[in-house]
Every structure is written in C-alpha cells, then in structure tokens.
C-alpha cells in the first residue's frame, strides 16, 4: 500500500504543486490549508508522515506539532519554513518535529528527507531483513559504525560513554544522574556519538547514518541538531562533551 502524507500548507499554489507531485512520486496525499484541519485530519485518519508549513494563519505548523506531541502521537513531522535563522529552526525541534525544509525548496529534497523519517520509522520486514534505520543498523553488524574500535562500552541494550548512558530498548539517556529529554533525531545522534567515542565522524557520515542522505555542505540541518544536543547535555563547570572539528565533523569526547 501507498504510504500515507498529511500536507498543511495555507499557500494554495505550493499546497497544488506539493500535492501533486508527491501524488506522482507515489504517496498518498491528503492535503489542507491550516492547522486546525491538520489537526483533525490527522485524527480522523492518522497518517504514516506529516508534512507541515510552520507559518499558518490560526493554528500554525508549531502549534499542531505540539499537540499532537502532547497527545503521545510519534508520527514524523518534516516541517516547511521561510524561517532561516536557527533559533527559529530550534523552535521547529523543540515543538516536536523530527525535520525541516527551508523555503525555497527543491522538492527532490523534500522526497529525500520524507524517504529518510520513513525508513527511520518503518519495522523490520517479517523476512527479517532490516531497513536502513537507526534500530535496523544496530541489528546489523555490516551497517554499525565504527563501534568495535571506540572507547565506549555497548551491549544490545545499552550504550555508554563519557559520563552518558543511553538504555535503546526504553530510548532514554543520562547524564550522570540527570536524564535527558531528547528527541528521535537527537537519540539517534547521541547514539551515533557515543557509540563511537572518541572518533571523529565527517559530516557526511553522520548525515548518512542518521538521515540516509547527504545534504551537502551547504545544509545548516546537522549543526542545528548538534547545537540543540549540546544545549541539553552540557552542564554548568562540567566538560563539553561533543566537540566541532573544524572542516570535518564531531566527536563525543569527556576532556
């Protein structure tokens, strides 16, 4: 079956092209103008992503994403915003929502980063073959990175490293004693980290575990997920914890 999008989005000529040409790409797309429909599509008839413009008359993109966060509801939120600045790209984060696309958008991008949450989200096959999500790699050894060699600790239900302590089955993580509210993107990205402690992963390495698609060097989207991981984990008078290697990537070190 066709996998399911709800598209919110008030401007109707970008709301039309959107709608068909993910029609065409062959996902099944109910499309509304505003967040209060957004609401109550998704309520009705759930779907497998969401699609949200972020500056909506009423109920905006924002809001619906915190609703339905608030409600328990884990669908992916792949946001639309003409909003550049990262502060106003961490509101996106901070209400929930797993991804964005600044405006204006090539909608190739918009396919990539909608393959991405979705395979991130699908469960293993019942032939038991894996995906290419974050849970799937951690079943394959051929898909994990460079683990074997880091200085973190791991098991297949924990892994630790430089003071933090991540449980994967329950998706929760400490610092020391103080658990951590993070998002499905920032686990996945603290896990890529502290699985491989002490090694520093290239920006498109991380894009490609995490997101399955390198974004190019003139994406903001991996260092907006760094700086928001960073402002929950650092505490005051203790080490920083993941560190920029200027020109190449991050590395999770205590030092």
């Excluded at 919110?8 to 040409?21: G, V, W, Y």
């Excluded at 500056?55 to 915190?66: A, E």
């Excluded at 395979?119 to 032939?127: E, F, G, K, L």
Aim: net charge negative.
């Amino acid at each position: 079956m066709p996998q399911t999008v709800l598209l919110a989005e008030d401007d109707r000529a970008i709301r039309h092209a959107l709608e068909r040409a993910l029609t065409l790409e062959g996902y099944q797309v109910t499309a509304v103008a505003d967040g209060v429909e957004a609401l109550a599509q998704a309520h009705r008839t759930p779907p497998d992503v969401l699609l949200l413009d972020v500056m909506m008359p009423g109920i905006d993109g924002l809001q619906v994403c915190r609703v339905l966060r608030a409600e328990g509801d884990r669908t992916p939120i792949l946001m639309l915003t003409a909003l550049v600045e990262t502060a106003d790209r961490i509101a996106g984060l901070d209400a929930g929502a797993d991804d964005y696309v600044v405006k204006p958008f090539d909608v190739e991008e918009v396919f990539a980063r909608l393959r991405a949450l979705l395979r991130r989200t699908s469960p293993v096959p019942a032939n038991g073959v894996p995906g290419t999500s974050a849970d799937a790699m951690r079943e394959d050894p051929q898909q994990s990175a460079f683990s074997s060699s880091s200085s973190s600790s791991s098991s297949d239900k924990q892994v630790s490293a430089a003071g933090l302590r991540m449980d994967l089955q329950a998706r929760r993580v400490w610092r020391g004693s103080r658990e951590l509210e993070l998002t499905r993107t920032e686990f996945e990205l603290l896990e890529l980290l502290v699985r491989n402690a002490g090694i520093v992963l290239d920006h498109s390495t991380i894009y490609d575990r995490i997101w399955g698609y390198d974004f190019g060097p003139g994406s903001k989207n991996l260092a907006v997920y760094v700086g928001y991981l960073r402002r929950k984990l650092d505490e005051p008078g203790a080490p920083q914890l993941i560190h920029t290697v200027r020109g190449v990537g991050y590395v999770l070190r205590e030092d």
